[in-house]
């Protein structure tokens, strides 16, 4: 090594000037930024990472090392060109030398931290550290995953991994119906909702007779008091209160059916622009409503069907039966002859009303769209009628004709057997009625015609390649305690009322009736 000699020059360590009165994080005295590498994504440490950012007001330098690699950067304030010019680079590798010179947030992905800091200004000092709390947050998410990777990398030979391409929710419900029955692979749910005709149908090899398979999973997370209550013991409630606390469930599940409220916010902009469009989008499927329907019915109260007429000429018709409806190449230009992207995801529902246009209507919002040829079997109006459609895989790009397919109840096909009119429509919200209200009026219809009309409207007990009707399974019996079967001389009563003006439960009464005596009682 060669003789060399230090010269060493003492100088004040001034801070820059403001270079904007609107800019605070300039007024920094001194910062040091330290860098500590993560691992290298496969649990491992590498040899050496680290890295060191200095300011000492108008002076700033920096020194990273990653394994071999090694980067230097030396920075100072020039006053007459007034900023900051680069004296001394070294290496390629990247330094937040603007979160030492400028306050530049620190970038999630960086792994700095503050090591040292002294500030004119506390403001800036206080959102220096907010971003460096974010930091360490990032930092303990990858340190967690890293972990958890590492040790599913040691269990990987007792590990099973199962996958499922299509819908979540109606695979949940194809679980719980596994679950119930013990044996049913197929609760008549489709792969995807809204977009494929094919069964969701459990693999044979891991769910038919011989199948061990899991149907529940655990989840983290906490469980509300009274969704324990629930699961644990009935609850004895009057109909009034069970039907206000639902009947709120409901419209937080499906805001976007409040269209007088959406329309009353239309002028006000910014948040309430927002929820606007968050609501023009259902988050939510009906059956996940049907589905707490159930687990009230179990445990509440029950819930009394609706009872009516059947149609004519059908013998024995369920209480429900689907609707069908054939829809030409020619009535879905209003969506085809637009761009898709400016269009964007559009909510649309089934519709039924009388023929006068002035009475009563209904609408559907779970239907099952899809394209292709569609054929025949059995006799109409009779259980043994059915269709099968032959998807077409182009869609919407192809030329077959789309058909909507809608569960009704079968009583409101008596009120007009021939008459009524059914549709296909797009749901009013603020969003859609100004793409499409123009073009297919404020009701947005894009076909409608008489249940009457067989060349379009087909009516049938199950959906399309369908061999059973939708299963909404509840919940199993092995999910609920039943602490009276090991004292069968004490009955349990839980009461529980509910405020009307927050509808929250505001009370939980447990009584015990010891109806006997018995040696199996505890002391």
Not at 3 to 15: L, N, T
Not at 59 to 64: A, E, R, W
Not at 238 to 264: C, H, Q, T, W
Not at 440 to 446: A, D, H, P, S
Request: glycine share 6%.
């Amino acid at each position: 090594m060669a003789d060399y000699e230090e010269i060493w020059r003492s100088v004040v360590p001034e801070k820059p000037p403001m270079v904007n009165a609107t800019q605070p994080q300039l007024d920094i005295e001194c910062i040091a930024l330290q860098w500590q590498g993560d691992c290298d994504g496969m649990g491992q440490q590498p040899k050496v990472r680290r890295g060191l950012v200095v300011r000492v007001g108008k002076y700033c330098q920096g020194f990273i090392r990653d394994g071999d690699n090694i980067a230097v950067i030396r920075e100072e304030w020039d006053d007459q060109a007034f900023l900051w010019k680069t004296e001394v680079k070294i290496g390629n590798m990247e330094m937040p030398i603007l979160a030492a010179t400028k306050y530049r947030p620190l970038q999630n992905n960086d792994n700095w931290y503050i090591y040292y800091n002294i500030f004119l200004n506390e403001a800036c000092h206080d959102r220096l550290l907010e971003q460096t709390e974010k930091l360490f947050i990032v930092a303990a998410i990858r340190a967690e995953f890293s972990a958890w990777s590492s040790a599913f990398r040691k269990a990987a030979g007792s590990i099973i991994l199962r996958f499922f391409v299509g819908d979540a929710i109606c695979f949940s419900y194809t679980l719980q119906q596994r679950r119930i029955t013990g044996s049913a692979r197929t609760a008549h749910f489709y792969r995807n909702r809204n977009t494929s005709l094919d069964p969701l149908v459990l693999n044979e090899d891991d769910y038919g007779a011989n199948g061990s398979a899991p149907v529940s999973f655990t989840l983290s997370g906490s469980v509300r008091p009274v969704a324990r209550s629930l699961c644990m013991e009935p609850i004895h409630m009057a109909e009034a209160e069970v039907a206000n606390p639902l009947y709120r469930i409901y419209i937080e599940m499906f805001p976007g059916g409040k269209v007088d409220k959406m329309v009353s916010t239309l002028n006000l902009g910014g948040a309430a622009m927002r929820r606007i469009i968050i609501d023009s989008l259902p988050l939510h499927a009906r059956t996940s409503f049907v589905s707490l329907l159930c687990l009230v019915k179990q445990r509440v109260l029950p819930v009394k069907a609706v009872k009516g007429p059947s149609v004519v000429d059908w013998k024995r018709m369920p209480p429900a039966v689907c609707i069908t409806i054939k829809v030409p190449r020619s009535a879905l230009q209003v969506f085809t002859k637009n761009d898709p992207l400016a269009i964007g995801a559009v909510p649309v529902h089934g519709m039924m009303r009388d023929s006068s246009l002035m009475g009563w209507q209904n609408f559907y919002s779970v239907v099952q769209l899809s394209f292709g040829g569609l054929s025949t079997s059995g006799t109409r109006f009779s259980d043994t009628f059915q269709i099968n459609i032959s998807e077409d895989s182009n869609t919407w790009h192809g030329d077959s004709p789309l058909f909507v397919s809608f569960m009704v109840p079968s009583w409101s096909l008596l009120l007009e057997p021939q008459a009524a009119l059914v549709g296909f429509c797009i749901k009013t919200t603020s969003i859609t009625a100004g793409k499409f209200a123009k073009k297919l009026g404020l009701e947005m219809t894009v076909i409608q015609t008489p249940l009457g009309d067989s060349d379009h409207v087909y009516i049938t007990k199950n959906l399309p390649n369908q061999t059973g009707t939708i299963i909404v399974p509840g919940f199993a019996q092995d999910m609920f305690a039943n602490p009276d079967s090991d004292y069968s001389g004490v009955k349990t009563k839980i009461t529980a009322s509910i405020d009307p003006s927050t509808c929250r439960v505001a009370t939980l009464t447990a009584r015990l009736d010891i109806v006997r005596m018995s040696s199996s009682l505890p002391s």
